[in-house]
C-alpha cells in the first residue's frame, strides 16, 4: 500500500478520534468563539496544480514572503531574507522544535516474503509503536518483518481501527538505524523524491517525534536565527509533535462539527518566561508556524498564562476565535478547505485571508510545505 492510500485511510476515518477532541470543540463554542455561520466551502479557492511546491528552495531565506496586514488587508511582496526588517528588539519569536522521524518503513515478512510499508504514528515504549500498515491483511499479529540486518520487528497486535503494534528488534540505537532505514513521510501532494532528509527538517529540530514537518520553519537559517538574536528580538523554542491528523481534511461543511485530531506539546520554564516577560514588556508574540500558535493558544487557554506543561491539545482554531497569546504569524500557504486556512482567518480576518490568497495565486506564489510564506502582523 503506498504512502497516498494510507493518507486515503486516514481521511475515511480509519484513526480513532478521542473523546478529547469533542470536549474541546464543544468548549470553545461555549466560549462564544465561534462563528456559527462559517462552513467549508467558505474556505475553498482554487489552486492551479502546477503553484504546488515540489522541492524546497535554495538557499532557504530566499524563498517569496507575502506580507499581509490585519489592520488593513494590505499585502507586500518580499522574500524571506527581509524577515529582520519588520522585527524589532523586545519582540519574541516562538519556534517549534520538533523533528521529523524518517517514518515510513518497509519489511520484508520472513515467512512469506511479502513486503508491506509501515508507518510510525505512536511511540507506546521505546521500541514498541502503533503503526499503519498497508497492505494490512499481510501484516498479521505474531508475522516477523525484517527492514535491514539491524532492525526488525513483529506484529502484536491488530486495534480495532486496523492500525498495528509492532515491537522492534535492533541490533544497536533504535533511532540511529531509523535514520538509516527510514524515509521521510512527504505530504502525498509531493510527488519529487527528496534528495536531502534534513531539508524536511528546521535547522534548529531537536526533539523527535513528528510525522510532519513544521514548514514555517523551514525558512530559517542559523545565520538568520542569529542575526535575529543580535537585534535583541528573544526565541523561545516549544515542542508540537505533528501528527499525520494534519492532513485530514474537514469533512463536514458545518466547520463547528469537525472533530480535531489532537497532538502532544510541551513548553519549558525557561519558554514560558521568555514569553510572559514579552507580553507583560508590551513586546509582540510571533508564532512561527500554525503549531507555535497552537501550542501557545492551547497553553494559555488552559491556565491564563504561559507556564512549563506537558499536555494534548486538540485546539480548533476558526473564524470567531479570541487570540490570548500570539500577536504575528509567520506561516506557510495552506490547502483549500483545510483547519490551517481557518487557524489563518481566524488571525488575519477572512476577507483579507481569501483575498492574499487569490493574490498568491495570481503572482504565482508556490504552495504547501515546500512553498512559500506570509508574515501576518498585527497592531
Known sequence: MQYNTLINNIIAGKLCQTILCRFTAIYY???????????????YYDLPEE????????????????VLSKNTGEVEHRHFYDLTEYLKPGDCLVLNDTRVLPARIYGT????????EFLLLKQQNMLT??????????????????????????VKEVLP??????????????????????????????????ADKERYQTVYSKELGSAAAPTAG?????????????????????????????????????????????????????SAEIINKTKNNGGRVICVGT????????????????????????????????????????????????T?????????????????????VAEKYRFFSFGDCMLINGD
Request: glycine share 6%; hydrophobic share 40%; with cysteine.
Open 161 to 194: 481501527d486496523g492500525n498495528r503494534v509492532i515491537e522492534f528488534i535492533c541490533d544497536g540505537e533504535f533511532f540511529s538505524i531509523l535514520d538509516e532505514v527510514g524515509q521521510m513521510p512527504l505530504p502525498p501532494y509531493i510527488k519529487e523524491k527528496l
Open 129 to 154: 509503536w502503533e503503526t499503519l500498515a498497508g497492505p494490512g491483511k499481510k501484516a498479521k499479529t505474531g508475522r516477523v518483518f525484517k527492514f535491514s540486518d539491524k532492525l526488525s520487528a513483529v
Open 340 to 360: 490551517l486556512i481557518m487557524l489563518v482567518s481566524a488571525f488575519a480576518g477572512y476577507e483579507n485571508t481569501m483575498n492574499a490568497y487569490k493574490i498568491a
Open 291 to 338: 503549531t507555535s500558535c497552537r501550542t501557545v493558544e492551547s497553553v494559555m487557554q488552559k491556565y491564563g498564562k504561559i507556564c512549563e506543561c506537558s499536555d494534548d491539545t486538540g485546539i480548533f482554531i476558526y473564524p470567531g476565535y479570541k487570540f490570548k497569546c500570539m500577536d504575528a504569524l509567520i506561516t506557510n500557504f495552506h490547502l483549500p478547505e483545510s
Open 51 to 66: 503553484l504546488i511546491a515540489q522541492t524546497p528552495v535554495y538557499p532557504r531565506d530566499s524563498s517569496r514572503m507575502m
Open 29 to 43: 463554542i461555549y466560549e462564544g468563539n465561534a462563528d456559527l455561520n462559517m462552513k467549508k466551502s467558505d474556505f
Open 218 to 270: 523551514l525558512h530559517f537559517t542559523p545565520e538568520m536565527l542569529e542575526k535575529i538574536k543580535n537585534m535583541g528580538v528573544k526565541i523561545a523554542y516549544v515542542t508540537l509533535h505533528v501528527g499525520l491528523g494534519t492532513f485530514r481534511p474537514v469533512k463536514v461543511d458545518d466547520i463547528t462539527e469537525h472533530k480535531m485530531h489532537t497532538e502532544h506539546y510541551s513548553v519549558s520554564a525557561q
Open 109 to 116: 515478512a520472513t515467512d512469506t516474503g511479502a513486503v508491506v
